[in-house]
């Protein structure tokens, strides 16, 4: 089956600075690429849909100058908190979609 | 995309059946029905999915009602494995389509 990873699977870093999530297709190419972000005993929630070679859409609520994401390449899609504080600590997942959406493993943000 | 309704959580004994109820009443003609789970910290995982006929692959069986305002996934033989949240998820399979994920039934698999 398709596999998708990401990179780091975990990150603690000090409020104020930026962090950077990567998310890969392994075995398949994906024109779009979708970031959700689930905090503590609650569900999923999409931030933003990728789309390679294009903006990113994003979710409303979703502040698009903090939360940057760039998918320059089929296989590859970055998610940017910009100036993390406390409050962004999450878990971070990514899907890429062929066919279906296949997720990653997630990436668990800690902001001191 | 329609909207599913879940119970909050179930228990199940290790080795019975393990049957998850969704109903999904205003389900339209084009959508399907997708149920993915999510173990403790890791990303969730596609289960199945159907449209109107029953499915079975090799973790699961959906069975969808004539109707199709509901629908049952049923693990045969549940494991601590399974223990889990599971998802179920209505949407239609036309482009990139992207998901909406509600509150999930919390399947607890007990010794």
């Known amino acids: 089956g398709a596999v998708v990873s990401q990179h780091p699977s975990w990150v603690i870093c000090k409020s104020g600075t930026s962090v950077k999530i990567e998310c890969r297709s392994l075995d398949f190419q994906a024109t779009t690429m979708f970031w959700y972000r689930q905090f503590p005993k609650q569900s999923l929630m999409l931030m933003a849909t990728s789309n390679e070679g294009s903006k990113a859409t994003y979710e409303q609520g979703v502040e698009k100058d903090k939360f940057l994401i760039n998918h320059a390449s089929l296989t590859l899609s970055t998610l940017t908190v910009t100036s993390a504080h406390p409050e962004d600590s999450s878990f971070y997942i990514c899907s890429a979609w062929s066919g279906e959406q296949f997720f990653g493993p997630g990436t668990r943000l800690t902001v001191l | 995309d329609a909207k599913t309704t879940q119970p909050t959580s179930m228990d199940c004994a290790e080795g019975r059946a393990a049957n998850l109820p969704c109903n999904h009443s205003t389900i339209s003609g084009n959508e399907y029905v997708y149920w993915y789970r999510q173990i403790h910290s890791q990303g969730p995982q596609y289960i199945i999915h159907g449209l109107k006929n029953n499915e079975t692959n090799e973790m699961a069986s959906l069975i969808i009602t004539e109707d199709r305002k509901s629908s049952t996934l049923i693990l045969p033989h549940a494991t601590l494995r399974d223990t889990a949240v599971y998802y179920c998820?209505?949407?239609?399979?036309?482009?990139?389509?992207?998901?909406?994920f509600g509150t999930g039934t919390r399947l607890t698999i007990i010794p």
């Open positions: 998820i209505v949407t239609d399979n036309f482009g990139n389509e992207k998901l909406t």
